[in-house]
């Protein structure tokens, strides 16, 4: 299992990679609608999320870095920099710890279902994200499995 989740992570930073660098730069702070998160800030939380659900592995409160702003390249840097993070981590995850049940203020599940959680909010927020494109008239990349 953690040799999927590990390929599927990685296929899933070069899809959200492709998406991010398909915005214009001028755009990053685009909002659908008032309330809603900019471009760049759903690109940012994607990434955070992801420290987010690796944090009970290692039972600390999660931490999640910013990247120094929220121009193109910053963002791009810090997705980047948090997906090979994650993959790093998942990599060094042993089958005892993908087996545990952890908790956090978000529920209860085993570390498979945490992997899978982090998967499944990755893949939200992208989407989001690639409404934000159409919206501007970028025809999104095309989906990648």
């Not at 963002?75 to 993908?98: C, H, N, Y």
Request: proline share 6%; aromatic share 10%; no cysteine.
């Amino acid at each position: 299992m953690q040799s999927i989740i590990v390929k599927h992570l990685t296929t899933s930073r070069d899809f959200t990679l492709k998406v991010a660098e398909a915005m214009p730069a001028e755009d990053y702070g685009f909002k659908l609608t008032a309330p809603q998160m900019s471009f760049a800030e759903q690109l940012v939380h994607l990434s955070q999320g992801l420290t987010y659900f690796l944090a009970p592995f290692s039972e600390e409160k999660p931490n999640p870095a910013k990247p120094k702003s929220e121009s193109k390249e910053d963002v791009i840097a810090f997705v980047r920099q948090s997906f090979d993070d994650a993959i790093t981590k998942v990599k060094a995850l042993t089958p005892e710890q993908m087996a545990k049940t952890y908790k956090n203020e978000g529920g209860e599940g085993s570390g498979t279902e945490f992997l899978l959680g982090m998967l499944d909010h990755t893949t939200h927020h992208r989407a989001s994200a690639e409404m934000y494109l159409r919206a501007k008239g970028v025809t999104p990349p095309e989906y990648q499995f």
